[in-house]
DNA sequence: TTCCAAACGGGAATTCTGTTCCATTAGATG
DNA sequence: CATCTAATGGAACAGAATTCCCGTTTGGAA
């Protein structure tokens, strides 16, 4: 009985039994290698066997391990998520959510980082596990930066009953718009205006609750 | 020479030379095949083998004029943009840009468009041609719905000099980052919402120029 | 109406992607 | 430190996607 879950646990999941040492450094090799390849040739090239190639390990591991380019999204994803960035507190509304918006802009623009989010909304857009993967990781920056807005509410600067995750939502969206949809470019001014106007929406109270 | 010439364009893109009867109608065919594949499948499944198929012709031709999925894609996409949808003119800002959100939410979730706009953008974040198509198809329409704030602007309802561009994408901004980035549930509410945060911002100036 | 070549279509040949088998390596447990 | 087996890696294999070849159809100009 005991040795039957064991078995079956290792069948449905290779690389839960034993995850110390060599399979933490394999998923580690693949991971990035994984997102060198997105940086270069987007999520449609994505190939296991190159990723295993690059990552200096057997093809087998990977298609058992993640099973598709999908697959090695999605961990990506999980990976991504876990390392969390903290957010501002500069003292006011305003400078919170510029910051926010900044960052945002930054990370977009960025050479490495640019393509890997074009990846990831790509690989969300194909694959069912991929885009929870991709909710799980918006939900804990939105969770982390809506602190910054209760603040406001608490010193009045907005109403009491404001929706703090819409309105980070607000200044990541036109940004993201720009990005993933229209295929803009994106100028610093457009980090501001995101920034200016969930402010001033938000100040006027068009994020309430009900 | 003429000759020449006329041999060039012919080998460079099928299709140009002869674009009147049957070359037209294998167009419309395959465009409507890819749509129904991309509706099903998603960008990832799409396959110009069975897109020939099921528009009823020859895979060599499919592969020869289109050459790859995100050719198929950027073809579609121009289609679309020239099936222009006529903006609303209720006569407040508050109206038109309302029924803007309602109808971007209508096509986000309905059960045809939604995959289908996922699969463009997809699509866009892997291939370049893509996303100069996808880029155009959004130009078209904000520039068809520019005009709303134009008159508002006009009737003095937002500051003379608010960028009527900026003030329609952050219309569709929220429901697109839902939709293709944090991947959340659309709601009406969220369609209201939008609206009504452009319009405040609109009003107070946050969507000036310089 | 006639003619020419653009565009198409079917099938073979090729290339590439993904899967399976089995021997080898190395965590974990006592 | 000995043992057991999870996890890995190389190689052969199977299957799908793409290209090539060449005959057929058909749009459009003379």
Redesign the pocket.
Known sequence: MEQNS??EA?SLT??????????AK?RAAVLEATQEALIEGGFHAL???RVAARAG?????V???W?S?AGLVADLLRDMAEQSVPAADTGSLEGDLLANARLVHRTLTDPRMGPVFQAVIAAAACDEECARALNGFYATRIRAWAPCVERAAGRGDVPVGTDAGEVVRAVSAPLYYRFAVSREPLHEADAVRAAAVAVTAAKAGSFTRN
């Open positions: 064991r078995l290792a290779p690389g839960t039994v034993r995850p110390g040492g060599r399979t394999v190939n296991l066997d390990v057997g093809k087998t591991t298609y058992r391990r099973g380019a």
